[in-house]
């Protein structure tokens, strides 16, 4: 009896860096089946509940939600996924993949490494990486995201009609994707930002915001509950706005852990 198909995704934030990993894992894994390519973690995310496919190749610095982020939501939304990281670390922080069953890559990948990875792929086929080594290797790599971020985004102007808003993004509520513009909501009301939300994610503060949607981001400190319905979606109840947001599901593995 012929083996099953086995199925990945790849999710790196550079196209031609994601492009490239695709293709030299065409030449060294033929019959492996590329069901999803994503530009950020939260595509992954989604993508991730969507196929459940049994590996995913994730880039460790993605905006917004990282590799990290998705791999420690992997338990929930697609459990039996073996997780490889794909980073440009170096080696002091090599030492914590080799803590647990988890594979990685080192930028940039070369076909002989790859190689590697794919034998040992195959050999731990059905064995899902271990949460525990993920949950440790994401306190060893990124104890400064405890860190108030230096370089985060602090003001912001935004469009209100005809009048041009200077805004305090400690003040911004949440921020909703609307096609190639984003809506900033604040206790005050809206403003039109001309900036899309995957390039906001790059310069927030990622540990005051976080992404509970694909097109939303809400600030943390301006959540006053959050409940789960029967689905596994969530909706977020706010402390200044009348209005609640929805989290979809794959996303509300993310709260797990706060």
Not at 129 to 156: V, Y
Not at 210 to 215: D, E, F, P, W, Y
Request: aromatic share 6%.
């Amino acid at each position: 009896m012929a083996k099953p198909t086995l199925t990945a995704l790849v999710a790196e934030d550079e196209a031609l860096l994601r492009r490239s990993l695709v293709e030299t894992l065409a030449e060294a894994w033929p019959q492996l089946r590329i069901v999803a390519e994503c530009e950020d973690g939260a595509e992954a995310l989604e993508a991730l509940a969507e196929h459940r496919p049994d590996i995913a190749f994730l880039d460790i610095r993605m905006p917004g939600l990282t590799g990290i982020d998705v791999a420690g939501a992997a338990g929930d939304v697609s459990p039996l996924t073996r997780i490889v990281f794909v980073t440009a670390y170096d080696q002091y922080a090599i030492d914590a993949f080799e803590h647990g069953a988890i594979d990685y890559l080192l930028k940039p990948v070369t076909a002989e490494r790859l190689a590697v990875t794919v034998q040992r792929l195959q050999q731990r086929a059905g064995i899902a990486a271990d949460s525990e080594a993920i949950a440790e290797l994401g306190q060893r790599l990124g104890a400064q995201r405890g860190k108030p971020d230096a370089t985060a985004l602090t003001w912001i102007t935004a469009s209100a009609g005809r009048e041009t808003r200077l805004i305090l993004v400690d003040d911004v509520i949440y921020f909703r994707a609307d096609n190639k513009y984003t809506t900033v909501v604040t206790a005050e009301g809206e403003a039109v930002l001309r900036k899309p939300i995957r390039e906001l994610l790059e310069v927030l503060d990622g540990n005051l915001f976080k992404q509970i949607h694909r097109s939303t981001i809400v600030n943390l400190k301006a959540i006053a509950s959050i409940v789960r319905d029967d689905s596994g979606k969530g909706t977020v109840r706010l402390r200044q706005r009348s209005e609640t947001l929805s989290v979809s599901q794959p996303f509300m593995a993310l709260f797990r852990a706060m």
